[in-house]
DNA sequence: ATAGGGTTAG
């Protein structure tokens, strides 16, 4: 057969054909084949001249299917494996069908290998570690460890390729007994302290979370080389051991190594962590000098060590010089700004990334930039990039999910985040912890409760985020018996000793009234941060315990830690409810001038609240006049507050048409105006500005108390008749009312804001949603049990009057709750000494 | 090498 004839090279693909064609025009197919398969790039059209012929020999084959498995040739090895069928049919080659099952391993083409070597009898060790390694590699990872075990029943032994291939499976699927079991196999064939296996093991265990499994491996090597320490720093990385990490490093150049680029890039991610900025300079000067900033993996991971440390501008600056970059470099830079607030940069680099560099949006970058969408609140462009998920679906990323998920329950719209969640094809933990949160910010702790139990109920166990997120949904609810159990949970899983779990703990306590146990967490913290501190202080001052905040705050200052912005919202607001005037004075005074901290609005409101209770009604207006920012309407709300307990009605009506001008928030304005007309018997005015409110569409979001007894929490809005023992609560009121009488009560109808009959206005004052939860707690609590009743909104001013008098009549302790503070009624007195 | 959920005030 002439050659020439059937071969038509296309000269501008394949270089030196020319001399090829002249030179072996004459030989046998089988030469002709033999000869040209050793040049790779004629391997497609070889196997055209390979369609034209039937009679091959094995050997021909054999050297056929080693080009391709070099080149990674499938379409061309898939036309030799069926001119094999086709042709001889009935071979029985060992090594000829075990050179195709690895050139389909090689093409990652596991379960096609699977298919030949399932045909073979008796597969040699060369192919057994070929399929594991090809399990290994792109799973299901399970069947590397299976064959692994079969291979030892067919009889044959492991040598030093198998066990790192199927530990790396094991490490993959964290299965830790397997890889121990493994680890006997290579001890009983004596290749334990290959150096090989060693690194495998280390690796292995390290990954698994065993640390003292690898270090004994390690430790035992008789020879490491550079890969060995590699594995063993990585695994100290991975497990956030940055002092050991370095340790190692260290020790590794002492015994004459020198740490490479994978060194560095195992370290790097770990220094960033422990934001050891100081340890990764001198990383990089290192990298440096041995010319290794040009390696994409060295570049990403100093960036991101940067970035971590909040030096975003060297991080920059790498970025700026890197020659080559990829999207996990774009990702991570993308991230570094994210994470140091400049957010709408970090979207103008996105853009950049998808529209300059045309490079593909990944599941982790599309993750980020949500993130900085969520930080912006910029919730159209976060649905852009929903679509734009959906379509390319990047929305079955399950990160990408959560972090929709995150975006929209914090941006406020649940109605997006429940569909969301409902689509969702694979929830984790993290996307409950993410709704359960997302609830609990947006003010709706309840429906986060009863997410909680249905991820309970479906067996997803909470972790430690879960919890930070569950503890200030009881917290808010004042559901004490949810936040105790869940106490308990924090115990049995060992976060007690966390430090943001604490003050999670601290702060639920002490708004469900337990501040002594709330302090008790406090004072058994081994350490504390500046939010313990807060929280503490912040719930003394709520129970109007101002002095405590104040010396708690003395100690706070004896430590190392400084006061934040937040540390004097809780002291001043502290000062208010105690009415310590001078002191809160005094502490405003220094904030700025000795803590170096700007006043923010809040502090403001603080502030006119503190003078305003306190009387000061000029000086209060004084100091608003006086304020540098301008004031909004919640600090005139404060003022107009304090005009109502004072009754100055000249500096109220002043104040009210401001608040007028500036658009009152909700509706407490309003309330507050009218009840301070009524105060002074000026009816009509009072009636007027209810007549406003209503024109300008202002509802009154209705009052609504609850009281937690047996675990489940009552609610109660005012002049309810749903609850089951209505009946009941009403007779227990109205037989309240007659003993309250006896002692002097009288109805302050002034808190009635309905046009109404005044025995209609007592009535409607006796089933107010806090007097229907306390009866409702009498009722139905021991009387040696306090009643402690929770208020969405301020105590009403006839229930504080009320509420004193029963305590009186049953001689029982009340604990009232409202949005401010804690009211603490006994023996016929509140501690918030009425000026609630 | 990048990567989702998280505690304090008002």
Known sequence: MVISKHLKFPKTLVSGLHHFQTKWKTTSTDSTLNRLFLQEPNIAEATKTLELTSNIEVSTYNRLLDTCIRSKSLKEGKKIHHHILKNKPNIKNTSLLEKIACLYVACGEIELARLVFNEIKKPGIFLWNSMIRGYAWSGPFDRAIDLYYQMLDSGLKPNKFTFPFVLKACSTLMALEDGKEIHEDAKRVGLESDVFISTALVDFYAKCGCLRGAYQVFEKMPERDIVAWNAMIAGLALHGLFEDAMGLVSDMQKGGKSPNSSTAVAVLPVLGQAKALHHGKGLHGYCIRRFFYNDLLVGTALLDMYAKCECLSYSRRIFDIMSVRNEVTWSAIIGGYVLCDQTIEALEIFDQMVLDEAL??????????????????????????????????????????????????????????????????????????????????????????????????????????????????????????????????????????????????????????????????????????????????????????????????????????????????????????????????????????????????????????????????????????????????????????????????????????????????????????????????????????????????????????????????????????????????????????????????????????QDVEEEEKERILLYHSEKLAIAFGILNLRSDKPIFVTKNLRICGDCHTAIKFITVIIKRVITVRDVNRFHHFKDGTCNCTDFW
């Open 360 to 753: 593909k949006p990944t599941s982790v970058a599309l993750g980020t930039v949500l993130r900085a969408c969520s930080k912006l609140n910029d919730l159209a462009r976060g649905k852009k990039i929903h679509g734009y998920s959906t379509k390319n679906g990047l929305i079955l990323d399950i990160k990408v999910g959560n972090s929709l998920l995150s975006m929209y329950s914090k941006g406020g719209i649940t109605e997006d985040a429940i569909r969301l969640f409902d689509e969702m094809k694979s929830k984790d933990v993290v996307s409950y912890s993410a709704i359960i949160s997302g609830f609990v910010q947006n003010g709706n702790a309840e429906e986060a409760l009863i997410i909680f139990r249905k991820m309970q109920q479906l067996c997803i166990e909470p972790d430690l985020a879960t919890l930070l997120g569950v503890l200030p949904a009881c917290a808010h609810l004042s559901a004490l018996q949810h936040g105790q159990c869940n106490h308990g949970y924090v115990t049995v899983c060992g976060y007690a000793s966390d430090i943001a779990i604490c003050n999670a703990l601290i702060d639920m306590y002490s708004k469900c009234g337990r501040i002594s146990i709330a302090k008790e967490i406090f004072d058994r913290m081994p350490r504390r941060d500046i939010i313990s501190w807060n929280a503490i202080i912040a719930g003394y001052g709520i129970h109007g315990l101002g002095t405590e905040a104040l010396s708690l705050f003395h100690d706070l200052l004896s430590t190392d830690l400084k006061p934040d912005d937040i540390s004097f919202i809780s002291l001043l607001s502290a000062c208010s409810h105690s009415g310590l005037v001078t002191e809160g004075k005094h502490w405003f005074y220094k904030m700025s001038e000795h803590f170096k901290i700007m006043p923010r609005m809040e502090h403001y409101i603080c502030m006119v609240d503190l003078l305003g209770r306190g009387g000061l009604l000029d000086e209060a207006y004084d100091f608003i006049r006086r304020m540098p920012l301008e004031p909004d309407v919640r600090v005139w709300g404060a003022l107009l507050g304090a005009c109502r307990i004072h009754e100055n009605i000249e500096l109220g009506e002043a104040v009210s048409k401001t608040i007028q001008k500036l658009g009152p928030e909700g509706t407490g304005n309003f309330v507050l105006l009218s009840n301070m007309y009524s105060a002074v018997g000026r009816w009509d005015d009072a009636a007027n500005v209810r007549i406003i409110q209503r024109d300008q569409g202002f509802k009154k979001s209705p009052g609504c108390s609850w009281i937690e007894i047996g675990g489940i929490l009552h609610a109660f809005i005012g002049g309810d008749q749903s609850h089951p023992q209505s009946a009941l609560i009403y007779d227990k009121l109205k037989e309240l009312l007659v003993d309250m009488k006896k002692l002097g009560y009288q109805a302050d109808t002034r808190f009635v804001l």
